[in-house]
T-cell receptor
Framework: GENVEQHPSTLSVQEGDSAVIKCTYS??????FPWYKQELGKRPQLIID?????GEKKDQRIAVTLNKTAKHFSLHITETQPEDSAVYFC?????????????FGKGTKLSVKP | EAQVTQNPRYLITVTGKKLTVTCSQN?????MSWYRQDPGLGLRQIYY???????DKGDVPEGYKVSRKEKRNFPLILESPSPNQTSLYFC???????????????FGAGSRLTVL
């Protein structure tokens, strides 16, 4: 079936450095790509998303880029802070039923060292 | 307050004893979904529902049942729980229509289930 691959599974950076998490998807019809952040002991929450008609989107220190030809998208976090430490999940829409479904990558555990 | 409510939040049970985890949303969302989260395996989808009386299998449906008799409720049923179903379970909902645009998926707080 359709899937979303996410890399790396763990990422450790120094405070102030940048972090990049990459995802690839298999369904060429995918058109919506959200990123969720899950802090320890909490539920996943949306931090940023991008649609297929846009190549890049920024929100303060986070940005997402999309390459539809290569079927991959990435999350970029600049000037990382300890509170950025969390598990990050990418997701993509896939064909399913009449309205599509959303599937997730396996997650990236980001650790930001002070 | 707009939210997805799961119950129970924590449960310890024994093998074979049927249990139901309830999920309710007050946002009139069409799409609802169940995930299990295990270390290193991310969020794996169990079942999802596009609307009332419409349910589909996700990646790991074995050992689970769901129903969607009302728009707001999407219970997860474990008819005969086994230890390999020990996990953290999340229910989530969205307005739907992922194929036509962006829709934020709202998660419940999670239900930690232990099967002995």
């Amino acid at each position: 079936g359709e899937n979303v691959e996410q890399h790396p599974s763990t990422l450790s950076v120094q405070e102030g450095d940048s972090a990049v998490i990459k995802c690839t998807y298999s369904d060429s019809a995918s058109n919506y790509f959200p990123w969720y952040k899950q802090e320890l002991g909490k539920r996943p929450q949306l931090i940023i998303d991008i649609r297929s008609n846009v190549g890049e989107k920024k929100d303060q220190r986070i940005a997402v880029t999309l390459n539809k030809t290569a079927k991959h998208f990435s999350l970029h976090i600049t000037e990382t802070q300890p509170e950025d430490s969390a598990v990050y999940f990418c997701a993509a829409t896939v064909r399913g039923g009449s309205q599509g479904n959303l599937i997730f990558g396996k997650g990236t555990k980001l650790s930001v060292k002070p | 307050e707009a939210q997805v409510t799961q119950n129970p939040r924590y449960l310890i049970t024994v093998t074979g004893k049927k249990l139901t985890v309830t999920c309710s949303q007050n946002m009139n969302h069409e799409y609802m979904s169940w995930y299990r989260q295990d270390p290193g395996l991310g969020l794996r989808q169990i079942y999802y529902s596009m609307n009332v009386e419409v349910t589909d299998k996700g990646d790991v449906p074995e050992g689970y049942k769901v129903s969607r008799k009302e728009k707001r409720n999407f219970p997860l049923i474990l008819e005969s729980p086994s230890p390999n179903q020990t996990s953290l379970y999340f229910c989530a909902s969205s307005q739907g229509q992922f194929s036509s645009g962006a829709n934020v998926l709202t998660f419940g707080a999670g239900s930690r289930l232990t099967v002995l």
